[in-house]
């Protein structure tokens, strides 16, 4: 399975970037999704995760109000719209696929990862 992210790029302290995640061919409704991030020299980590149905979702305490997961399963795809960004915020990002349908949190539960996009917050 090929997960496409999509989206990263630089912005100021206090901006705006959406994140998408396209499955393209196939159907990824039945997986729950999330994003990771990872910064220089420092493990990856969860940032937010959803359910297959969209209902349940995870978000990580140092992004909690200002990152908002979504996703479109008839469009096979999962967003990430982050808001108020900050310098710390400054990782790749890589969009996961995870073996069941809930929202997980942890790598070991991930089955599929997109090739990660670049997201940097200048201050």
């Known amino acids: 399975v090929q997960l496409q992210a999509s989206g990263g790029g630089l912005v100021q302290t206090g901006g705006s970037l959406r994140l998408s995640c396209a499955a393209p061919?196939?159907?990824?409704?039945?997986?729950?999704m999330g994003w990771f991030r990872q910064a220089p020299g420092k493990e990856r980590e969860i940032v937010a995760s959803i359910s297959w149905r969209g209902g349940s979702t995870y978000y990580a305490d140092s992004i909690k109000g200002r990152f908002t997961i979504s996703r479109n399963n008839a469009q096979s795809t999962v967003y990430l719209q982050m808001n108020s960004l900050k310098p710390e915020d400054t990782a790749v990002y890589y969009c996961?696929?995870?073996?069941?349908?809930?929202?997980?949190?942890?790598?070991?539960?991930?089955?599929?990862w997109g090739q990660g996009t670049l997201v940097t917050v200048s201050s």
């Open positions: 061919g196939r159907t990824a409704s039945n997986n729950g």
């Open positions: 996961a696929q995870f073996r069941s349908p809930v929202a997980a949190t942890a790598l070991e539960r991930v089955q599929y």
